[in-house]
């Protein structure tokens, strides 16, 4: 079944069936019509891999993340998709586990595959390599994790001001010792967010207390840790801001073994929202990041790279989505 | 950056160093390291797009599924892309949102992109379509969700065997009414829960009392109905099987809402285990139905499907993933 066929089923030339076909908009409705039935009549369908080798173009868009099943990558990797299929490009879904080589060679593997995009939210660890995938001419969107010298553009989260908003919300609930649980200095989202923890204090009048930061890696484990070390000191915190999400999934279950009465014991606010978060007792306050606008934004400017075409170049800016405080039942005054 | 250019670099014929970057096992050592260390010199990158023209293999699977936030589907889809990407395959992710026009749209594009095969968690309502591209030589796998009717291979989790454990299990602690929260019967796995349900009953010398068994549409409102239908009654059951996953996140907080206590006041087994049900209070006894190994015999079956070429045939069988009982804390001995 070929182009040919179609076009005399349809009576029209083999180049009219063809831009009907590849969706060129300057065709009569009637001609279109006509070769659009035709093709279905036939079922003709097109062959893409010889449409890429003449258009250059692949209409597939690179996906590279660290898991579906944390956080909220597969929110992202969900309407990412959507938002890309809305634009008639299709997702390529690469899952690194963190690992930087495994990263690497997914890139690689894209890059020979010639998507028209990349969307990475990435180990930071391969700069280089997504800076000889933007001299291609392909271009690569960093999404939440960038490293400061990425090539191409990023979306991220406004970690500084969701640190901000959930540090100011214990501040004027009357905490003044807040705990901080927070990933390491490294992670843009870890410098960010403790920057925002303590900007926040700066404006109320006080100080960083060294003894209420607890960093370390996004780990359950991590988060059991850090509460230990800061529940069992004699000046313990009366106020937690848990701003490692994987650690939240350890302090969580903690506080409980612990007897930990949350908000009467201690106020509690973690970073990113994850479902079961609003079931928990009592229900967890927290800073919803914003995981649909993140994969939208993302989504749209890719796409605005892609069709800018290979002489087009990248902004080289980060885009930052804001930070809401979403209040439940997990914060309330301190003891007096 | 020829593939000429790499042969030479290598000081192999082009034909040798084509066989090499294409992966044939038959080639020297020698030869293999020479083209290889080549072609990463010169930075050579085949182009997959001539490559498919030429091998009609495009090294890319579909993936069609529901959705990415509930169920187990994100596990499925990170450990497939997982296996498949292993073997040397990409996936191509189509969310569909349950939707049987956009899932025939998704069905329809892989086919353009001429994928080798694709794995859809499907409707059930686009089996022509399935037909058609088993017709055009490309493997389908019908995963979890499969009609009766639909060409390829399934791999399915063996929901009958499952829903036996469970009421089983309530059986064995002492329950005799036990209610039933199931989807209906057109879907295969509310239909096989329902047969399990029964067929346990069965073995233990009862009978299925209608005014036990409640089923509707997977919905979290359903849970909220269906455990207000079976707790309103007089004769209520003192204990629950869950069959139908989305009504469990209606079920659990409206028991916490209603101030019901589990296992004190019913006992509780849910089907399809998520990360939070063991955070639950008390924590959730369920069948865990395996998506791991779902997706584990999936990326198999659609594989050699794929190596077996456009003149093998599926099997037209389906496989089944056996159930698990994971016992937590949701279920006790009815009252005396």
Known sequence: MTLLDVAQEAGVSRSTASRVLSGATSISADARDRVEAAAARLGYRPNRAAQSLRTRRTR????VLNNLVNASFH???????QRLDDRGYQVILCVTGADEDREARYLEMLAEHQVDGVVVIGTGRNVALLERIVDEGIPVLSLIRCAPEAPGEAVLADDSDGAYLATEHLLDAGHRRIGYIGGPLEANSGRERFHGY?????????????????????????????LAALLDRDDAPTALYVANHEAAFGVLPELRERGVSVPDDVSLICHED???????QPAITVIDNGATELAELAANRVLAAIERGPGGTQSGRA???GARLVQRASVARPRA
Chains 1, 2 share one sequence.
Request: no cysteine.
């Open 60 to 63: 597939l868009v690179g996906l």
């Open 319 to 321: 885009m930052r989505v």
């Open 75 to 81: 929110a992202i990797a969900e309407v990412l998709q």
């Open 198 to 226: 303590a900007a926040a204090l700066t404006s109320a009048g006080l100080q960083v207390v060294d003894d209420l930061v607890v960093r370390g890696p996004f780990l359950e484990s991590f988060g059991e840790k850090a």
């Open 274 to 280: 994850v479902s079961w978060f609003r079931y928990w």
